[in-house]
């Protein structure tokens, strides 16, 4: 099946700064969303993004699928931001059946 | 009801015990999943529905069965739980390939 990997496995910043999380993938995607998993266990949705730019508020993210990439964006770190995020992709030969990558956990201290 | 919610919130279960974990959803989404989540880990998908009266296996669906009568509903059968089936269940629904999670269930086995 597909591979996903996700970079670094963990980052710690100081509130207010920015930082780059990467997406990788093995295969081609016929959908690729990430999360964010808070610290009280709930995935919210940041970006569908199968290809292109999306941008929301400090957030924005960017997805290269002919190179099988994916990167997210944090822009000016908040408190709040800290937890895990998530990459999820869907392979374009197997519909319906989507694959995480293990995440990249984020800690911003005050 | 607003979007996805789950039953029972959490849950301590006695191995070889017969169990259900219930989701439903309100979004009239086709596609629905079940996902575990373990400690430190990203999502693994047990199951997933493209539409009422179907379903199919997905990465770890060994000891678990869903049912998908109507739109709305999706539960998830433990028929005899182990203890290796202590984990966090997410249900989750779909439309145009983006996914949409539920709060989660906590389940352990003992």
């Known amino acids: 099946g597909i591979q996903v990997e996700q970079s670094p496995p963990d980052l710690i910043l100081q509130e207010g700064a920015n930082s780059t999380l990467r997406c990788n993938f093995s295969d081609s995607v016929n959908n690729l969303q990430w999360f964010h998993q808070n610290p009280w266990g709930q995935l919210i949705n940041l970006f569908y993004?199968?290809?292109g730019t999306k941008q929301n508020g400090r957030l924005s993210a960017t997805t290269v699928a002919t190179e099988r990439y994916s990167l997210l964006y944090i822009s000016s770190s908040q408190t709040t931001d800290s937890g895990v995020y998530f990459c999820?992709?869907?392979?374009?030969?197997?519909?319906?059946?989507?694959?995480f990558g293990d995440g990249t956990t984020l800690t911003v201290k005050p | 009801i607003a979007g996805i919610t789950q039953a029972p919130t959490s849950q301590i279960l006695a191995a070889g015990r017969r169990m259900t974990l219930r989701c439903t959803q309100d979004m009239r989404h086709n596609a629905m999943y079940w996902y575990r989540q373990d400690l430190g880990l990203g999502l693994r998908l047990i199951h997933y529905?493209?539409?009422?009266?179907?379903?199919g296996k997905g990465e770890v669906p060994d000891g678990y069965s869903v049912s998908r009568a109507n739109t709305d509903d999706f539960p998830l059968t433990l028929a005899s739980a182990v203890p290796s089936q202590t984990s966090v269940y997410f249900c989750?629904?779909?439309?145009?390939?983006?996914?949409?999670f539920g709060p989660g269930t906590r389940l352990t086995v003992l």
């Open positions: 989750a629904s779909s439309v145009g390939g983006e996914q949409f």
């Open positions: 999820a992709v869907v392979q374009n030969t197997n519909a319906g059946k989507s694959t």
């Open positions: 993004i199968p290809s």
């Open positions: 529905s493209n539409t009422a009266g179907t379903t």
